[in-house]
């Protein structure tokens, strides 16, 4: 069955940088567009980044250009997140999400699966 296992949460300093890890399994990866989004307890999901199939296209919301870089490896089935210049505001549960199909997706509906979630925390 599909399954998407987040990693590399954990704690950061204010300007510094974590880098999380999507592995993904049970489908033919390379077919699929990935995102990854987040939320804060008592928050609605914000979206943090998007990749089309080949990796060819991304999507950054505001918040998120020129800080925040997603990628892929097709070879490796794993999808990435690196994040730069943290903020407090940063700290969130990160999840990846399998898009419906090849192209980068905003709408939840669209996505068929989603991770369990890794935590990011920044913090002096």
């Known amino acids: 069955q599909v399954q998407l296992v987040e990693s590399g949460g954990g704690l950061a300093q204010p300007g510094g940088s974590l880098r999380l890890s999507c592995a993904a399994s049970?489908?033919?990866?390379?077919?699929?567009?990935m995102s990854w989004a987040r939320r804060a307890p008592g928050e609605g999901l914000e979206w943090v980044a998007g990749?089309?199939?080949?990796?060819?296209?991304?999507y950054y919301p505001d918040f998120a250009k020129g800080r925040f870089t997603i990628s892929r490896d097709n070879a490796k089935n794993t999808v990435y997140l690196h994040m730069d210049n943290l903020k407090p505001e940063d700290t969130r549960m990160y999840y990846c999400?399998?898009?419906?199909?090849?192209?980068?997706?905003?709408?939840?509906?669209?996505?068929?699966?989603w991770g369990q979630g890794t935590q990011a925390t920044v913090t002096s």
């Open positions: 999400a399998k898009s419906l199909d090849e192209h980068i997706n905003l709408e939840l509906y669209k996505y068929s699966h």
């Open positions: 990749i089309d199939s080949d990796g060819s296209a991304t």
């Open positions: 049970g489908f033919v990866f390379s077919r699929y567009a």
